[in-house]
């Protein structure tokens, strides 16, 4: 005679740590679905309903839920994943959860964008070292400081900022430290702010290269721009 009855959940088990599922990369374990069969076997997992973009995979024949594609996995936009799981036995019969995946919202770098080249000429006025800076940041709306450098300082070079908005400017040996909280846009108009000098008379004409990097204060290793 055929099967009877129906397919059903005996357990849902097993988050992997934290650490991992902060910054999961594809191929995440996420949690093992145990399914018992009505009266046949084998027993077979899908998604009843495809998760968002194909952001995780079942395997059909373990139950065991990975991260597909971790490139979707963006707590910004979404920030939880219902994901409506089916066990199936071998005569048909059929059963459905839903499971809740949340995400852990974690500090991303802030981004800073744009280039220049200019031309500082010997006893004439300070030049502005890159006008067309930018700085975003997808998750902090202020940032705490700022660090400018010359790589290949040489004598008598400067780096000059005037205290704007909150934001101060220390110089030594090369490098500006801008210190205070403010926000992204304001930090964005100070780094476009500051300039280069050189107060020799006779200035070695060596191509100076200047790096830029904002912090947001959050958590090491992820605070820092490129």
Avoid: W
Avoid at 139 to 149: E, N, W
Avoid at 209 to 222: K, L, R
């Amino acid at each position: 005679s055929g099967p009877s009855g129906r397919g059903h959940f005996t357990n849902v088990s097993g988050f992997v740590d934290a650490d991992t599922m902060i910054l999961p990369t594809t191929g995440t374990y996420v949690l093992q679905i145990s399914g018992s069969p009505g009266n046949t076997s084998p027993v077979d997992y899908s998604f009843r309903v495809q998760p968002m973009a194909d952001a995780f995979s079942v395997n059909p024949t373990t139950g065991q839920i990975t991260v597909a594609n971790s490139a979707l996995l963006d707590f910004e936009n979404t920030p939880s994943f219902a994901l409506n799981v089916k066990v199936t036995d071998g005569g048909g019969l059929s059963d459905t959860a839903v499971m809740t995946v949340n995400l852990t919202n974690v500090n991303e770098n802030p981004v800073l964008a744009g280039t220049s080249t200019v031309t500082f000429t010997e006893d004439q006025a300070a030049v502005v070292v890159n006008s067309g800076i930018t700085v975003t940041d997808v998750d902090s709306p202020t940032l705490t400081g700022a660090t400018i450098a010359i790589t290949n300082v040489q004598a008598s070079d400067s780096l000059n900022f005037v205290t704007q908005n909150g934001i101060t400017g220390s110089f030594v040996s090369g490098t500006l430290t801008l210190s205070g909280t403010a926000s992204g846009a304001n930090y964005q108009t100070a780094l476009q702010s500051i300039t280069f000098s050189n107060s020799s008379q006779n200035p070695n004409t060596t191509a100076r290269s200047v790096t830029f990097q904002v912090n947001d204060g959050g958590a090491v290793g992820t605070n820092l721009s490129n």
